[in-house]
């Protein structure tokens, strides 16, 4: 949650800042315990409230990504387990509403187990990067893996596409918004399950199939990303606890304040964007940065197995649908992210991206994107520690003690609440 480490002197005025905020007993608080925030402070907790999210940002590559038809759409695949390989398997599966959109195990389980585990999607339409590496650079481009993706839905293009073209409901919704499905009658042409990834008859087929088929499959696949992104894009965070908190010190409402946050929750504000430096990377309304951070989970005096962003990065600039590439449609001006991107260098060696904390606490464990840890005490005392990472500067001790640890915990607690998703998108349709 912390990387990098405040002066001395700042860690003495924070914890002297907690201890006053638990005893009402200082200068500087007013009311019941509640804290009298510096300017600059202020404007870091305006920077952090809800109320700062800015509108949904543009989908480059997207025409339908706020098309009510479309969200419908996608709203019905999402939860559709016939995306499955053995219709059994649904984006819904492991990206579960009642888990915030997680599934709450160590590693994503669908058709297999996966590598990490399953991040959650509120919010993600403000992140520049998808998944823990940043492979995928729209919503769009990251619905498409998993279809294809043998250890989650498992199936093909041609697979999915049929699913759409053979249901008369999709069939319909889907040529309203994107016109004609290709013709797949001839099955020697298009044949029942082919794609770039699956079982060795599938490449094979695929392979087999002339160039213009393939683009025109891929094409139509790239379409069904599109619809499944115009839902996701709707999974919002909404107020919570925090951001009333927030409101009421910004009215200069300190009765409000005082009754919204407890003092241990007050006190744990104030570490965190103090001496505990969370702000390094889990900053803005969704306290997340969107960038790629190692923060000490894998070795330095070997090659880790999971090399994160610089694998990811990779992945990234190959793929077929990014940003820039032959499916997306995007002018080159609108792609600054990805015809920027950091594609090489020792800090992003075993990085990983930056999650959301909104909900950290409801939504539960396990937490890192490998699972190792159940509990929010043991990710907190994990920054405590400050273990070695490649960059020497990534990661310093807190020296953190047992108060402060509650306090930090009590506060994430203020970060959860509702989802702005009206409620009927969030249950199968």
Request: negative net charge.
């Amino acid at each position: 949650m912390a990387a990098g480490r405040s002066s001395v002197a700042r860690r003495r005025g924070v914890a002297v800042l907690a201890v006053a905020v638990l005893t009402g007993a200082a200068a500087g608080l007013s009311g019941a315990g509640e804290v009298a925030w510096s300017e600059e402070e202020r404007a870091t907790l305006r920077s952090l409230s809800i109320d700062a999210l800015p509108p949904l940002p543009a989908s480059p590559g997207n025409p339908v990504a706020d098309d009510p038809r479309a969200v419908s759409l996608g709203h019905r695949l999402f939860f559709d387990t016939r995306l499955g390989a053995t219709d059994q398997v649904a984006c819904a599966t492991c990206h579960q509403p009642d888990n915030g959109f997680r599934d709450g195990l160590a590693r994503g389980r669908g058709m297999g187990e996966t590598r990490r585990r399953t991040m959650g999607l509120v919010g993600a339409a403000w992140s520049p990067w998808l998944y823990w590496d940043g492979r995928r650079d729209s919503l769009w481009s990251q619905a498409l893996e998993p279809l294809e993706d043998p250890d989650e839905h498992g199936g093909t293009r041609l697979r999915h596409l049929r699913l759409v073209a053979d249901d008369a409901d999709y069939r319909v919704a889907y040529e309203a918004l994107f016109g004609a499905l290709p013709d797949l009658a001839d099955d020697v042409r298009f044949p029942a399950s082919a794609g770039p990834r699956g079982s060795a008859a599938e490449r094979a087929a695929w392979e087999a199939m002339n160039a213009d088929d393939r683009r025109v499959v891929s094409a139509a696949f790239a379409n069904i990303g599109r619809a499944l992104e115009a839902y996701q894009r709707r999974l919002a965070p909404a107020a919570a606890p925090f951001d009333e908190y927030v409101r009421a010190v910004l009215d200069g409402d300190e009765v409000r304040a005082a009754a919204v946050m407890t003092d241990e929750q007050r006190a744990g504000l104030a570490l965190f964007i103090g001496e505990a430096d969370c702000l390094h990377c889990h900053n803005g309304p969704l306290f997340a940065n969107g960038e790629f951070h190692n923060t000490g989970i894998s070795p330095t005096d070997r090659l880790p197995d999971d090399r994160g962003r610089v694998e990811g990065v990779k992945l990234l600039l190959d793929d077929e649908f990014n940003c820039l590439g032959p499916f997306s449609g995007a002018a080159e001006k609108v792609c600054g992210e990805l015809s920027f991107v950091k594609t090489h260098g020792v800090e992003i060696v075993a990085a990983f991206r930056t999650p959301p904390l909104r909900n950290v606490v409801s939504a539960g464990g396990p937490y890192m994107h490998d699972g190792r840890f159940d509990t929010l005490r043991e990710v907190l005392e994990h920054y405590d520690e400050a273990r070695p990472t490649l960059i020497a500067d990534e990661l310093q001790p807190l020296d953190l003690d047992e108060a402060e640890f509650r306090q930090l915990e009590a506060f994430l607690g203020t970060l959860d609440g509702p989802l702005a998703t009206p409620g009927a998108l969030l249950r199968a349709p």
